[in-house]
């Protein structure tokens, strides 16, 4: 059996794992990334060592990044890490051919491999987590553009005004994303206690910066009105986005992760109905939006699917 090497590279933590084709875990290995760049490049090359021969090696990492060239080009989470070809540098360490993915086009892959994207042709997965970032199966092969940088959805606008995200207000990511729900509930909140009041998921305006969408999501569920319409307005939101995205690229499924797999409830109803005002009915009628389905394991199988569809590629 081929066996393949997975590496998931976090702001915090960074894991290898060993897997076979099948998109099973093996081995795995995880460690806290505190450290400077040179020293978790050789705290990776010493770990994907010991975890022996494979065919090649994924590497899964938040942009920005070059795919082609196998570089990574200095991502917010990692500072220093400044145009680091770490392809090369595992390839001459290892003698084991390297690839490298940004983390969105990994899950894509992931889910369209071994989730809830299987048997697709055409099908695109959003992070929906800290921010949103998207990556795009078309005609049954990861799309990533001239240089990697394809899929970048998240920096879609879609409101004059609105959260900022992606460096831009009123962004799809702005909107729709744990960041840009926490900046909706804050602006919601300072409204509420310039006009008396106080809102049902912060006590006090001393409590503004621990407002987080998990919080809101909480008193959500427990039916108060001003955070059940934070939930409203970022599906809303949601829906106008996933519309861009159909009528595009009229997809078989649009896979959601994160925020989307914990509270769809709270997210359903308006992305539908935005979706039936804004669609072509044609394109919505073939298109599933599903939540991702392999949970905590998305980043493990995603660096590994990294490291089995380069290995295709090249063959």
């Not at 990776?44 to 994924?58: F, Q, R, T």
């Not at 770490?86 to 003698?95: M, P, Y």
Request: hydrophobic share 35%; charged share 20%.
């Amino acid at each position: 059996m081929k066996h393949y090497i997975g590496v998931d590279v976090g702001g915090t933590k960074i894991a290898l794992i060993k897997g076979d084709e099948e998109g099973n875990i093996l081995q795995k290995v995880r460690f806290e990334n505190d450290m400077d760049c040179k020293t978790a490049l050789n705290r990776i090359v010493e770990e994907a060592k010991k975890l022996g021969p494979a065919e090649s090696i994924g590497v899964s990492c938040g942009g920005p990044l070059d795919s082609k060239k196998g570089l990574v080009q200095s991502p917010p989470n990692l500072p220093g890490w400044d145009d680091i070809p770490i392809t090369e540098i595992l390839q001459q360490a290892t003698g084991i051919p390297a690839y490298l993915q940004n983390d969105a086009n990994a899950c894509a892959l992931a889910e369209w491999k071994f989730g809830a994207g299987k048997g697709t042709e055409n099908m695109i997965f959003l992070t929906f987590g800290t921010g949103l970032g998207a990556g795009l199966i078309l005609n049954g092969a990861l799309y990533e553009g001239t240089n990697g940088n394809a899929g970048e959805a998240g920096h879609i606008p879609l409101a004059e005004r609105g959260p900022v995200g992606y460096g831009k207000a009123g962004s799809f990511e702005g909107f729709c994303s744990g960041g840009g729900i926490q900046r909706m509930a804050q602006a919601c909140a300072e409204e509420a206690f310039r006009n008396n009041r106080t809102p049902s998921f912060c006590a006090s305006p001393a409590q503004i910066n621990g407002i987080t969408a998990k919080s809101v999501a909480e008193k959500a569920d427990e039916g108060k009105e001003d955070a059940l319409e934070i939930y409203r307005r970022c599906g809303s939101m949601l829906g106008r986005g996933l519309s861009i995205l159909i009528d595009l690229f009229n997809p078989e499924a649009i896979v959601l992760g994160s925020i989307y797999t914990r509270v769809p409830h709270l997210l359903i109803p308006s992305m539908e109905e935005e979706l039936t005002r804004q669609c072509l009915p044609q394109s919505r009628k073939v298109c599933r939006i599903l939540p991702a389905l392999l949970g905590e394991s998305l980043g493990d199988v995603a660096a590994l699917t990294v490291a089995i569809n380069g290995n295709r590629r090249k063959l």
